[in-house]
Structure formats: structure tokens, C-alpha cells
């Protein structure tokens, strides 16, 4: 599994256990996998438009309520955001920090694995997560942006 993708899934898990230490894997959407909400925009949008991925969320599995979303940000910046009870505001927020370059070898990565093959908010484990990024697929990804 690309290493960005996995830092994203450990900082949902332990969020999940840190801030939400009374919810149990089986309270969640398929015991807790982690999705990609790519459907309402796709990455490309979002990283030109929002300068983030798209959220990246673990679901109440009876609501279709967050439990716990993810921004990334272009910068490297990670907010995640937790929600107790099902509810519609988070309470907690928390700022984690990645590499620049690992937020857009992430972007390029999932681009690839869910737009690029018509997949929309689904689980990452569902996906070619081990795929590679190289500085072609980059430098493709970015072509989306020039003026």
C-alpha cells in the first residue's frame, strides 16, 4: 500500500480510538474502512479548486452519518475531524502535518485509482492501493493545472 495512504489510514484509526473510544469497529460502515468521497467533484476539481484531496471518511454504519472525516491539504496539512454520536458538527478537530510532495503523490494517487477507473466513494481497501506514483504520473496529474 502507497505509504501517504497508509499514514491517512493509521491517523483514522487512532482518531477512531482516541476520540471515539466508546464506538467499536462493528459501529461503523464495514467495521471502520476508510472511504473516498470523490463522487460529488473528483480530485482533480478539489485539488485545483479547494487545494485539498477529497475527504476521506469512516461512516456510522447505521445513519450514513461521519464518524471521522480527513482533508488533506496541498500544503501537507491534514485536519481530521471527529463526530460523536452521530452528529452533524465535529468535536474535536485535530492538525497533523505530511510532506507537500506526499499530499500530491497522494492526489495523484487517488486520481488514479478511483476517478481515473470510474470508482466513487468507496473504501480505499477496495482499491489498487499499492500502485506506484512515478514522476510521469506527476507531472501528468499537474498538466490539469497549467495556465
Do not use: H
Amino acid at each position: 500500500m502507497n505509504e501517504n495512504l497508509q499514514q491517512i489510514i493509521k491517523l483514522a484509526n487512532e482518531a477512531l480510538s482516541r476520540n471515539l473510544p466508546d464506538v467499536k469497529k462493528s459501529d461503523l460502515e464495514e467495521n471502520g474502512k476508510l472511504y473516498y468521497m470523490n463522487g460529488d467533484d473528483g480530485t482533480i476539481f478539489d485539488w485545483g479548486m479547494n487545494e485539498r484531496l477529497c475527504e476521506f471518511m469512516s461512516f456510522y454504519d447505521d445513519s450514513g452519518m461521519g464518524a471521522i472525516k480527513i482533508n488533506v491539504m496541498a500544503n501537507g496539512t491534514v485536519w481530521i475531524y471527529s463526530f460523536k454520536n452521530r452528529a452533524n458538527s465535529a468535536f474535536k478537530t485535530e492538525k497533523f502535518e505530511i510532506s507537500e510532495s506526499g499530499s500530491l503523490e497522494l492526489a495523484v494517487l487517488m486520481e488514479k485509482i478511483a476517478d481515473q477507473k470510474g470508482l466513487f466513494d468507496k473504501a480505499v481497501d477496495d482499491m489498487e492501493n499499492d500502485t506506484k506514483i512515478g514522476q510521469e504520473d506527476i507531472n501528468k496529474f499537474l498538466e490539469n493545472f497549467d495556465e
